[in-house]
């Protein structure tokens, strides 16, 4: 169906989103379980650090993403002689990200599910010659899931508007790192109403779907 507008950003949006939502699905899910079971020093600096991007500006965010996989990087020099990548004004790089401005959301609901489970099913599981692996994927992960999940959706929404930290990285090209968030600024810049209040309707759409799915996952729950 034809409605006069270019939806490639929409698309663009939900590949950005989705790369971001599955690494810090597995990092973030590492991260926390790793938090929430583990006594040593510095947990509470490792805890700051996870939940850093919530609250930092994303172009400060940006600066450091620049500063740490920028072509001058020593990362981004590696990537560049060994693997022929460039994450800088890339797809990729927004993703990248994307990822990091959505790791908190995950982390922190993550954490939140794994404390929730009863230690001492992990203990019976362990007694019953489990390794720590089989108690991670038969115990803990299933027990934890539905709050993991409503963390990975958020992750997905927060990703699908993230718009300082992309622009810096991944910069605003049309049809190659614009993204909806910048679309729809470029479209009030210019003046193209109907463009931008299109790709507002249809993003608040999937947005609000994200949140009710979100929340009914959680109600669920703690049932």
Same mark, same amino acid.
């Given at each position: 169906?034809?409605?006069?507008?270019?939806?490639?950003?929409?698309?663009?949006?939900?590949?950005v989103a989705?790369?971001?939502?599955?690494?810090?699905?597995?990092?973030?899910?590492?991260?926390?379980?790793?938090?929430?079971?583990?006594?040593?020093?510095?947990?509470?600096? *490792?805890?700051? *650090?996870?939940?850093?991007?919530?609250?930092?500006?994303?172009?400060?965010?940006?600066?450091?993403?620049?500063?740490?996989?920028?072509?001058?990087?020593?990362?981004?020099?590696?990537?560049?002689?060994?693997?022929?990548?460039?994450?800088?004004?890339?797809?990729?790089?927004?993703?990248?990200?994307?990822?990091?401005?959505?790791?908190?959301?995950?982390?922190?609901?993550?954490r939140a599910?794994?404390?929730?489970?009863?230690?001492?099913?992990?203990?019976?599981?362990?007694?019953?010659?489990?390794?720590?692996?089989?108690?991670?994927?038969?115990?803990?992960?299933?027990?934890?899931?539905?709050?993991?999940?409503?963390?990975?959706?958020?992750?997905?929404?927060?990703?699908?508007?993230?718009?300082?930290?992309?622009?810096?990285?991944?910069?605003?090209?049309?049809?190659?790192?614009?993204?909806?968030?910048?679309?729809?600024?470029?479209?009030?810049?210019?003046?193209?109403?109907?463009?931008?209040?299109?790709?507002?309707?249809?993003?608040?759409?999937?947005?609000?779907?994200?949140?009710?799915?979100?929340?009914?996952?959680?109600?669920?729950?703690?049932?």
């Amino acid at each position: 169906m034809h409605i006069g507008v270019d939806l490639t950003p929409l698309w663009l949006t939900l590949r950005v989103a989705g790369v971001a939502t599955l690494v810090t699905l597995v990092l973030g899910v590492m991260l926390a379980f790793f938090v929430a079971r583990s006594r040593f020093w510095g947990k509470e600096g *490792l805890d700051s *650090l996870c939940t850093l991007p919530l609250v930092m500006p994303p172009t400060v965010l940006g600066y450091y993403l620049i500063v740490c996989i920028g072509n001058q990087s020593w990362l981004g020099q590696w990537l560049k002689a060994t693997l022929g990548i460039s994450l800088i004004f890339t797809w990729q790089g927004a993703a990248v990200a994307a990822a990091v401005v959505s790791l908190p959301l995950i982390y922190k609901t993550a954490r939140a599910a794994f404390e929730g489970v009863d230690p001492n099913l992990e203990k019976a599981a362990r007694t019953l010659g489990a390794s720590e692996m089989g108690v991670f994927f038969r115990v803990s992960l299933p027990l934890a899931w539905r709050g993991i999940l409503s963390g990975a959706m958020l992750a997905f929404a927060r990703a699908m508007g993230e718009f300082g930290a992309t622009l810096m990285v991944a910069g605003n090209l049309p049809g190659k790192t614009q993204t909806v968030s910048m679309a729809v600024y470029d479209a009030m810049q210019a003046g193209n109403d109907a463009t931008a209040t299109t790709l507002v309707i249809v993003i608040s759409i999937f947005c609000l779907t994200i949140l009710l799915v979100s929340g009914k996952a959680l109600k669920i729950r703690y049932q």
